[in-house]
């Protein structure tokens, strides 16, 4: 069992930044691809970039390339996301997602979830 718990999110304006924390419970950590998702109201949650097991390969959603980093440490069993250049497009709840080996897209191929932090821009 993987245990997934969310920090960072908040208020910014936007061209702003904010830096988001997933931390997880397993020992393991080394043996899952890591991801971030995001869900505004009323949208199907979506997906915003991915992350190998060890860091080497990563995957972003064309509407976050350039403005938002992935990144890992296998020693604290965390995976971050730096989000830079905010927009009010990007307000949303943001949720970290594991699944073993590679990394995937869909939602659905992901089988741990955090319980979401809220992001909210502003114009």
């Known amino acids: 069992q993987v245990q997934l718990v969310e920090s960072g999110g908040g208020l910014a304006q936007a061209g702003g930044s904010l830096r988001l924390s997933c931390a997880a419970s397993?020992?393991?950590?080394?043996?899952?691809?890591m991801g971030w998702f995001r869900q505004a109201p009323g949208k199907e949650r979506e997906f915003v970039t991915a992350?190998?097991?060890?860091?080497?390969?990563?995957d972003y959603a064309d509407s976050v390339k350039g403005r938002f980093t992935i990144s890992r440490d296998n020693a604290q069993r965390t995976v971050y996301l730096q989000m830079n250049a905010l927009k009010p497009e990007d307000t949303a709840v943001y949720y970290c997602?594991?699944?073993?080996?590679?990394?995937?897209?869909?939602?659905?191929?992901?089988?741990?979830w955090g319980q979401g932090t809220q992001v909210t821009v502003s114009s």
């Open positions: 992350i190998s097991w060890s860091g080497g390969s990563t």
């Open positions: 397993v020992l393991t950590f080394t043996n899952y691809a």
């Open positions: 997602a594991a699944r073993l080996l590679r990394t995937a897209r869909a939602p659905k191929d992901y089988n741990y």
